[in-house]
């Protein structure tokens, strides 16, 4: 689908000192007296992106983007084996994202997150429900161990070799146990080599869940620089090893406190890595949210389903 607004770039954009030694990224695109929106970026690790805004009317929106800690344009880089990952926590991120909020003047924003976005949409509008206007989450994870366990294991089912290749990616010793802690692990060996190869075999394993999928298209991270690829599978490592620091279902148990919040949520029927009943559990504990299934896109989205998120956002384009 082509977007009916030209790209735009952001009028503003900077560096937030969180006060532990990180600085993140920001831009703000749009219209400044626009509705404030904040587009939340998967991976986690993947970065917001440097492609302009073509989505959102630029008349009636503010759009907010930020790179979440080490990655992408915020420092420290968490490809430099330095960083300090303890740093790095999903507490951490909802403190920078009301940290922003508060630099950049917004009182009340829709959140909107796609994937690992939409987890970190979840967990901050249930900590902070009366900064959040309305919500656009899309391919829904809520990072729960089933859910990781599946993406990182039983979606092997589909691709044995590949997943036999992932599982071979970790010593002897820890293939028939914990992958993720095993993978975050390597991320933090001082050997750049063995950071190298255990970064080169996730995103092997991820791409080939993606291109499983009918249509399915593989990230651009497996192409992308090793520095930004070692990034993103450091903080992925990292993040998922510890289930994001969630009690195991929480944001589904705890989805009463999004009422009064609209939503939609746009779960592609095909979608591999996070299959549709993550979708719908939301929605069945979330009272005001629209579950939308998009029958012909997975993961990597398709031109009905961008036509769904696109439609979402016009809806809510004239709510105060």
């Known amino acids: 689908m082509t977007s009916p607004y030209p790209p735009y770039e952001p009028y503003d954009r900077g560096m937030l000192d969180t006060g532990d030694g990180n600085r993140i990224y ?142 071979d990616g970790v010593p002897v010793a820890d293939r028939e146990g914990d992958l993720l802690s095993a993978y975050a692990r390597l991320m933090e060996n001082p050997d750049p080599e063995v950071r190298s190869k255990a970064a080169a075999d996730w995103m092997a394993w991820e791409d080939t869940v993606l291109t499983v999928e009918q249509d399915g298209t593989a990230t651009d991270h497996g192409n992308q620089a090793s520095a930004t690829q070692q990034a993103f599978v450091r903080i992925c490592a990292h993040y998922f090893s510890n289930a994001a620091w969630l009690q195991e279902g929480v944001l589904i148990q705890e989805a009463g406190r999004l009422a009064g919040i609209p939503g939609v949520i746009i779960q592609g029927r095909q979608d591999l890595g996070c299959p549709p009943m993550t979708a719908w559990e939301l929605a069945q504990a979330w009272p005001d949210a629209r579950l939308v299934i998009v029958e012909d896109a997975g993961h990597t989205g398709s031109p009905t389903m961008q036509a769904e998120i696109q439609k979402a956002i016009e809806q809510f384009a004239g709510r105060n």
Request: include cysteine.
């Open 26 to 167: 920001w831009d703000v695109s749009g219209n400044p007296d626009g509705k404030p929106a904040v587009n939340l970026h998967g991976g986690p690790g993947a970065g917001g992106g440097a492609k302009p805004i073509s989505a959102w009317d630029p008349e009636r929106y503010r759009v907010i983007r930020f790179d979440q800690r080490n990655c992408g344009r915020s420092t420290p880089h968490a490809a430099d084996p330095a960083a300090d990952m303890s740093l790095n926590t999903t507490e951490h991120l909802l403190s920078d994202m009301e940290l922003l909020r508060e630099h950049l003047g917004v009182d009340r924003w829709l959140v909107k997150g796609g994937s690992w976005g939409a987890t970190l949409a979840l967990a901050y509008a249930q900590r902070h429900p009366e900064r959040v206007t309305e919500m656009i989450l899309i391919s829904m994870m809520t990072s729960r161990r089933s859910e990781l366990d599946w993406l990182y294991r039983g979606a092997g089912r589909f691709a044995p070799e590949a997943w036999q290749r992932f599982r």
